[in-house]
């Protein structure tokens, strides 16, 4: 079973940018679709952009379309979230995601392997 650990959080101003990494231990990570999520106190966790097995495929939510990209490296097991033109309204703390399978995955029950969160704030 893969485990994820992500990094790189911290505090930016409005318009700044974030990358975000998430690390997988294992040696099936290529076998593994994997996604982005963020969440505030007092809400659910939303989707934010996930990931084919072989990165061929990429899928955002519309809030961060143009602005956020996820990129994996298969090598190096590992999956980033470049986050650009940030805005207040992004942040939350954010987590990665695995699941086995082909496809894109936007649902937080369609993914069984979770990371313990990263703090991301947007503020001046």
């Known amino acids: 079973q893969v485990q994820l650990v992500e990094s790189g959080g911290g505090l930016v101003q409005p318009g700044g940018s974030l990358r975000l990494s998430c690390a997988a231990s294992?040696?099936?990570?290529?076998?593994?679709?994997m996604g982005w999520f963020r969440q505030v106190p007092g809400k659910e966790r939303e989707f934010v952009a996930a990931?084919?097995?072989?990165?061929?495929?990429?899928y955002y939510a519309d809030s961060v379309k143009g602005r956020f990209t996820i990129s994996r490296d298969n090598a190096k097991n590992a999956v980033y979230l470049q986050m650009d033109s940030l805005k207040p309204e992004d942040t939350a703390v954010y987590y990665c995601?695995?699941?086995?399978?082909?496809?894109?995955?936007?649902?937080?029950?369609?993914?069984?392997?979770w990371g313990q969160g990263t703090q991301v704030t947007v503020s001046s």
């Open positions: 995601a695995a699941r086995s399978g082909g496809n894109l995955y936007t649902r937080v029950y369609e993914y069984n392997r």
């Open positions: 990931i084919t097995m072989s990165g061929g495929s990429t």
């Open positions: 294992g040696r099936t990570f290529s076998s593994y679709a």
